[in-house]
């Protein structure tokens, strides 16, 4: 047995348990799952040691600029001395204990933040453990508020494509189901309602696709229990941005035609877009939200469902008046402390001017990709940068040049993206920037 007390370092070492890497990496490679990946695996994985900052530090030395925020979350960097202290101290106090029957201070102050910062007239909180737990408890609320009130056939769901909202169940089946990650499951999963991806374009706006969705929720309103969308950007699905003018148009067709309406707000929370969430960018409150990603602040999983007082009158009137979910690790305080610490740190800064620095220097550094051969689009919004190709991405050949730069992206399909924590100084922006760039060049 290693000893787990060996802090040796030293180079060849992956730290405490004196596994050599490539120790680790076989074993990795035999027995570890990776996100979308096959088994064994097939691409060898980087070993990061530690990491603060903006910068992973890998095994053998050498570190990284993380352009990913680990998944759009870890929106303070890592490592953080406010949120490493936030969970000290909860954990001397607690690290976990059932939700059911008790409650406590980390997941009450938690609740009260969201519906404090989110739209206004959300007002009940549900913790789940993950983005696509909570969107299942979404689309959850939808169908049986309907139930409850004696609508069961109000029992779809209404999603336009080019979206992702998960891989359980539920979220699989409102993802993009031919462009997406899920077409292996069509025909088995429920069958929701598609219509056609938003046009691509913060500015741009169409009135007969705006029509379209009018026309199609009201088509569909006697099975439709509700629409769920990401709003303003389209994430795992595709990278793309839209007019948030269209999410008015799905709030006045669902109050026309007695349908609820879902923000997927998972990737687009907590300031990623430019506004706090991307429903603030219409002044629009949805019938129910979800939250997840950088809730933590990258520190732990943690989403939540928020809904309106409607919504949860509606489920507590029925036949059967409670919502029947309860995770077992619901409202966890280690990552409820962690998640009411990173609020704080949010909103006791002034975020909007660190996101829009970050906006102003991708636009000028991923400038340059616009004239490569290959490149067929760029796009910026918020501290979110995107390079669009014109084929699918060589993924070793974008990784190695990117990490040949100093830096870690992880594209996907024809798309090499960042979203770099919000305490990215301009210099390194500028090298996430050169380093897309490069990942555009030769991949
Ligand atoms: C990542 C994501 C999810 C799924 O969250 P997990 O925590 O990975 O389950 C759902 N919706 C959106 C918009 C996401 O970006």
């Given at each position: 047995m290693p000893d787990p007390a060996d802090h040796t370092g030293h180079t060849g070492h992956t730290g405490r348990t004196g596994l050599s890497v490539p120790e680790l990496l076989d074993l990795d490679r035999r027995h570890v799952w990776h996100p979308y990946g096959p088994m064994p695996g097939r691409q060898e994985p980087l070993v990061v040691e530690s990491a603060s900052g903006v910068r992973l530090r890998l095994a053998g030395g050498g570190e990284l600029v993380d352009g990913m925020s680990s998944w759009w979350s870890a929106i303070h960097g890592y490592n953080h001395p406010v949120l490493n202290d936030a969970v000290r101290g909860q954990l001397d106090r607690m690290s976990h204990v059932?939700?059911?029957?008790?409650t406590h201070e980390p997941a009450v102050r938690l609740a009260k933040h969201l519906v404090d910062m989110s739209p206004q007239g959300l007002e009940h909180v549900f913790l789940a453990d993950s983005g696509s737990v909570s969107v299942e408890v979404a689309v959850k609320m939808c169908?049986?508020?309907w139930r409850s009130l004696g609508r069961p056939a109000k029992r779809r769901m209404l999603t336009w494509r080019g979206g992702y909202h998960g891989d359980t169940w539920q979220p699989m089946s409102v993802c993009d189901p031919e462009g997406g990650m899920h077409e292996l499951w069509q025909g088995v999963l429920p069958r929701q309602v598609f219509v056609d991806a938003p046009p691509a374009g913060y500015e741009a706006y169409d009135d007969a696709y705006a029509d379209h969705l009018r026309e199609m929720i009201g088509r569909h309103a006697d099975e439709l229990a509700g629409v769920i969308v990401e709003p303003v950007v389209?994430?795992?699905?595709?990278m793309r941005f839209h007019s948030p003018a269209y999410l008015r148009v799905l709030r006045e067709a669902c109050d026309e035609h007695d349908v609820l309406l879902v923000f997927d707000e998972i990737a687009t929370g907590f300031g990623r877009t430019g506004a706090l969430f991307g429903a603030d960018h219409?002044?629009?409150?949805?019938?129910v939200m979800c939250l997840g990603k950088a809730l933590t602040g990258g520190y732990l999983t943690l989403a939540a469902t928020l809904c309106t007082s409607r919504v949860a009158d509606g489920i507590s009137r029925g036949e059967v008046p409670v919502l029947a979910h309860g995770p077992t690790f619901m409202g966890n305080p280690l990552a409820a402390a962690v998640a009411c610490a990173s609020i704080e740190l949010l909103l006791g800064q002034d975020w909007q001017i660190e996101v829009k620095r970050i906006e102003a220097g991708l636009r000028g550094t991923l400038a340059e990709a616009a004239g490569l051969p290959g490149v067929r689009d760029v796009r910026v919004l918020g501290a979110i940068g995107v390079v669009q190709l014109d084929h699918d991405v060589d993924m070793?050949?974008?990784t190695r040049a990117a990490t040949?730069?100093?830096?870690?992206?992880r594209p996907f399909r024809d798309l090499i993206y960042t979203m770099p924590p919000f305490i990215t100084s301009d210099d390194d922006v500028a090298r996430i920037g050169r380093a897309v760039c490069a990942a555009a060049k030769e991949g």
């Open positions: 059932m939700f059911g029957g008790l169908l049986q508020h389209q994430g795992a699905g595709g219409a002044g629009v409150t949805p019938d070793a050949a974008a040949r730069e100093g830096v870690w992206v």
